[in-house]
């Protein structure tokens, strides 16, 4: 403000009100270090003598460094609206690059996602795409590299950074199977009512583990149609049926379902899971009376079987022959 009590609009002039100073900013940005003044243009310092402001603030503005900074910011100002600078031409070097990644991993991840749904093993013996061994997701990525341009400059000019190793795959994996297990869980969630199916099995490192399956309903094409989904597998190391029945419980508080909503509960014959009065079965039931217990078709008429066998002499003698017979051969050294 003048003597005169007239405003005059300085748009090179900054208030922080953090700092509670003055600022010029063309001269913070062009201003070399020998500028007669030091403190407005230092962000770490700024000027904040009031009582020197009237002076110091015109005497600044007529100075020869101030009128070439602001000479410069203006040229600057008008580079930047014609898209003219290096930072422009920098700018749009990094957002090509940003597509081009953006480009390979959406490849890389269709590629993963056609495996899994046709149940393929993506890897092979070896990570080197082109040679024999290196596995299906590799020769998938090989040869739409043949009919991808970006995807084959980047194969043949890979760096260390190339999105195709097994950690990677394994990554992209995992967020996929996360994304279809929540899109189930919430499926289940809509249809509030489900049943439970679990069955525990060793697996290749003779570890056990359960295999939770949900059975529930959704509404397709105004019908409603019942629907069993795989939801994950729980390794356990209980095998009494409080121990499974609680780790059960823990596994479906953990996909946020409540079994008050549960309905029936389905497991094999075993005395473990479907034992009358210490059976998982029964552990659930009188957590939940409406979860109804269904014992495994397939396991009851395999016990039915097996009765029915022991029966008969003849039978028994078959089957007893018939075993022995392949554990002879299953034993046997391999040629």
């Known amino acids: 403000m003048l003597p005169n009590g ?24 062009f201003a070399n270090k020998t500028m007669t003044s030091p403190s407005i243009i230092d962000p770490q310092q700024g000027f904040n003598n009031w009582k020197k402001l009237n002076p110091k603030i015109p005497d600044h503005e007529n100075s020869n460094e101030h009128r070439t900074n602001m000479f410069k910011w203006a040229d600057f100002k ?25 480009h390979i991993l959406k490849v890389v991840i269709d ?11 993506l890897r092979g013996s070896n990570c080197d795409i082109g040679k024999p061994g290196c596995g299906i997701f590799l020769n998938l990525i090989g040869l739409i590299s043949k009919y991808d341009s970006v995807l084959s400059t980047h194969l043949k000019h890979k760096g260390k950074i190339t999105y195709l190793s097994n950690k990677i795959q394994n990554e992209f994996i995992n ?25 525990s099995t060793p697996d290749v490192s003779r570890e056990d583990q359960l295999c939770e399956i949900i059975r529930y309903f959704r509404e397709v094409n105004n019908e409603f149609v019942i629907e069993e989904s ?59 009376e409406h979860a109804q217990f269904v014992p495994c078709a397939a396991h009851s008429l395999n016990l039915i079987g097996v009765h029915a066998a022991s029966v008969s002499v003849k039978m028994f003698s078959f089957f007893g022959i018939v075993q022995n017979i392949f554990n002879y051969f299953s034993g046997s050294t391999s040629r």
């Open 78 to 102: 008008s580079n930047l609206n014609k898209n003219n600078t290096i930072d422009c031409a920098l700018q749009l070097e990094i957002n090509n690059e940003k597509e081009k990644w953006k």
């Open 175 to 199: 967020l996929l199977g996360s994304k279809v297990r929540n899109e189930i869980i919430q499926r289940i969630k809509n249809s509030k009512y489900f049943s439970i199916i679990f069955d």
């Open 6 to 29: 007239e405003k005059v609009e300085r748009s090179w002039l900054l208030y922080s009100d953090k700092t509670k100073c003055v600022y010029c900013f063309p001269c913070m940005l």
């Open 230 to 288: 795989f939801v994950d597998f729980i390794y356990t190391n209980e095998k009494t049926g409080l121990g499974i029945a609680s780790d059960v419980l823990q596994k479906l508080e953990k996909d946020g379902l409540s079994f008050k909503n549960c309905r029936g509960q389905d497991y094999d014959n075993g005395a473990n899971m479907a034992g009358k009065y210490q059976g998982v079965q029964a552990r659930l039931k009188e957590i939940n």
């Open 111 to 121: 590629c993963v996602r056609f495996c899994c749904v046709n149940n393929l093993a």
